[in-house]
C-alpha cells in the first residue's frame, strides 16, 4: 500500500477538505509546491491558484484558493486559505475604510444626541399619558 | 359604550402588535440554527491555527513575536465591541456595554487611557454619546459576515498594537451558550497567552520560505482575525436567540394584555346592558 499524508484544507469561514493523499500540489508563494508523504517541515505562504490533492483512490481533487499559507508536518498538510483576497495595499484600504467609518460615526454625534434626547423626551412624555390616563380613570370610578 | 368602543380599538392594537412580535420571534427561531451552523463551520480554521502557531513556538523557541510579548507597563487598552445591528433584542446590548463601561472605568482608576473599535450600529450608536476615542467602526455585517469585513477593524488595532500605542487588546461579546443564555464575555487577544503544549522530544525546525518572522507576523494576524470573526458569529448567533426570547415575552405579555381588556370589554358591555334593562323597567314602571 502507498503511503499517505493526511491533507486539511480550511478556511476561516469553514472546513473545505479532510482526507488522505497520496501527494499535495500547491502554489507556494515562491514556486510550485508537491508535497509527498513524509516531507521535511515546511512553511510557506501561498498564492493565488489551484491546490491540488491526489487521494489513494487514484483521484484528483481541486480547490482554488485565493491565498493562505501552508504548514508541512512529516505526517500532515494543513492548508489554512484565506477567503478573502490579501494584500498589503487592499488591507490598508480596509484599515482607512474602518477609520473613515468610525470618524463618520462621530460626526454623527451632534445628530444622534438629538436623536437620544427626542427618544428621552418621547419616553417621558408616554410615561406622562400613561400617568395621566390612569389618574382619569381613577377619578372615574 | 364609548368605553366599550376604545377598548375593542385597543384590543386590535394590541393584536396587531403581537403579530408583529410573533413574525419576529419565528424569524429569528429559524435563523438561529443557521448562526449556530456557521459558528460550527469557523472552528476547525482557529483549531488548525493553534496547532501550527503551536508547532511554530516549539520550533523556533529563540525568535519571539511582539504579540507574544507581554508588556510590563500598560498604557492604553483596545477593545474591539462586537454588537448588534439592530434592536429588540432584549438587553443583549445594554448588557455588553454595561460591562464595557465597567471595565472602561476600572482602567481609568488606573490612569489608563482606553480605545475602543465598534462593530455593529448600536454599539457605534451608544460610544458616540460618551467620551470614548473610537479608533475605527464597521455596521452592517449581515446574517453571513465575512472576514474581509473584519480586516480593517483589526488592523487598525494591529497596527497600534505594533507601534506600541497599545498594551492590551480585547474583544468584548456575548458568547452563545445556548437559546436562554448568553454570557458577555471579554477575551484576550494580545498579548497571545504562551503556548502551553507538550514539549517535543526532538529538536526540528521548518523550511521557511519565504522567512519566519513575517511569516509568523501572516500566521498571528490572521488567528487574531479568527478570534474576531468567531466572536462576532457567536454574537450573531446570540443576537437571534435573545430576540426570539424577547419576542416570545412580548407576545405572552401582548396576550395577557389582550385578555384583561376582553374581560374590561365584557365588564362594560355588561354593566351598559344592565343600566338599559333597568332603564327599561324603571321607564314602564313610571308609566
Known amino acids: 500500500m502507498a503511503s499517505t499524508i493526511h491533507c486539511d484544507i480550511v478556511s476561516a469561514e469553514g472546513e473545505i477538505f479532510s482526507g488522505e493523499?497520496?501527494?499535495?500540489?500547491?502554489?507556494?508563494?515562491?514556486?510550485?509546491?508537491?508535497?509527498?508523504?513524509?516531507?521535511?517541515?515546511?512553511?510557506t505562504r501561498l498564492a493565488p491558484g489551484q491546490v491540488r490533492v491526489e487521494t489513494p483512490e487514484g483521484d484528483e481533487k481541486f480547490f482554488f484558493v485565493s491565498g493562505g499559507m501552508l504548514e508541512v508536518q512529516p505526517h500532515m498538510v494543513t492548508v489554512l486559505a484565506d477567503t478573502a483576497v490579501r494584500a498589503q495595499d487592499l488591507d490598508e484600504a480596509a484599515a482607512v475604510k474602518a477609520k473613515e467609518e468610525a470618524e463618520r460615526a462621530l460626526a454623527d454625534r451632534g445628530a444622534g444626541m438629538d436623536f437620544a434626547q427626542a427618544q428621552a423626551q418621547l419616553a417621558e412624555a408616554a410615561a406622562q399619558l400613561a400617568a395621566l390616563e390612569r389618574l382619569r380613570k381613577q377619578l372615574k370610578h | 359604550m364609548s368605553g366599550s368602543r376604545e377598548i375593542v380599538g385597543k384590543i386590535k392594537s394590541v393584536q396587531n402588535t403581537r403579530k408583529v412580535t410573533r413574525a419576529l420571534e419565528m424569524v429569528s427561531a429559524s435563523k438561529i440554527r443557521k448562526a449556530q451552523d456557521r459558528m460550527e463551520a469557523s472552528r476547525p480554521y482557529a483549531r488548525m491555527m493553534r496547532q501550527v502557531i503551536g508547532h511554530l513556538a516549539h520550533a523556533n523557541p529563540e525568535y519571539r513575536h511582539p504579540f507574544t510579548i507581554e508588556r510590563e507597563e500598560v498604557k492604553r487598552v483596545g477593545y474591539i465591541v462586537v454588537?448588534?445591528?439592530?434592536?429588540?433584542?432584549?438587553?443583549?446590548?445594554?448588557?455588553?456595554?454595561?460591562?464595557?463601561?465597567?471595565?472602561?472605568?476600572?482602567?481609568?482608576?488606573?490612569?489608563?487611557?482606553?480605545?475602543?473599535?465598534?462593530?455593529?450600529?448600536?454599539?457605534?450608536?451608544?460610544?458616540?454619546?460618551?467620551?470614548?476615542?473610537?479608533a475605527g467602526a464597521a455596521q452592517g455585517l449581515g446574517e453571513s459576515p465575512r472576514i474581509e469585513d473584519l480586516i480593517g477593524i483589526i488592523k487598525v488595532m494591529l497596527d497600534e498594537y505594533r507601534k506600541g500605542e497599545l498594551d492590551r487588546l480585547y474583544v468584548v461579546y456575548n458568547d452563545f451558550v445556548n437559546t436562554m443564555v448568553q454570557q458577555v464575555t471579554i477575551d484576550p487577544l494580545l498579548p497571545l497567552p504562551p503556548a502551553t503544549e507538550e514539549p517535543m522530544l526532538q529538536y526540528w525546525d521548518y523550511l521557511y520560505e519565504p522567512d519566519a518572522e513575517s511569516l509568523l507576523d501572516d500566521l498571528l494576524t490572521r488567528y487574531i482575525e479568527s478570534l474576531v470573526y468567531q466572536a462576532t458569529l457567536e454574537n450573531l448567533a446570540s443576537e437571534h436567540a435573545a430576540r426570539m426570547v424577547a419576542m416570545k415575552n412580548a407576545s405572552d405579555n401582548a396576550n395577557n394584555l389582550i385578555d384583561d381588556l376582553r374581560l374590561a370589554y365584557n365588564k362594560a358591555r355588561q354593566a351598559a346592558i344592565t343600566q338599559e334593562i333597568s332603564e327599561i323597567v324603571g321607564g314602564a314602571a313610571a308609566v
Not at chain 1, 32 to 39: C, K, M, N, S, T
Not at chain 2, 103 to 122: I, M, N, Y
Open chain 1, 21 to 43: 493523499a497520496t501527494m499535495v500540489f500547491a502554489k507556494g508563494e515562491e514556486g510550485e509546491l508537491g508535497i509527498a508523504p513524509r516531507h521535511a517541515p515546511l512553511l
Open chain 2, 83 to 134: 454588537a448588534t445591528d439592530r434592536g429588540l433584542c432584549g438587553g443583549l446590548n445594554s448588557n455588553l456595554f454595561r460591562k464595557v463601561l465597567g471595565e472602561l472605568q476600572g482602567w481609568k482608576e488606573k490612569d489608563v487611557a482606553p480605545s475602543l473599535v465598534v462593530l455593529g450600529r448600536k454599539a457605534a450608536q451608544y460610544f458616540n454619546r460618551i467620551d470614548v476615542p473610537i
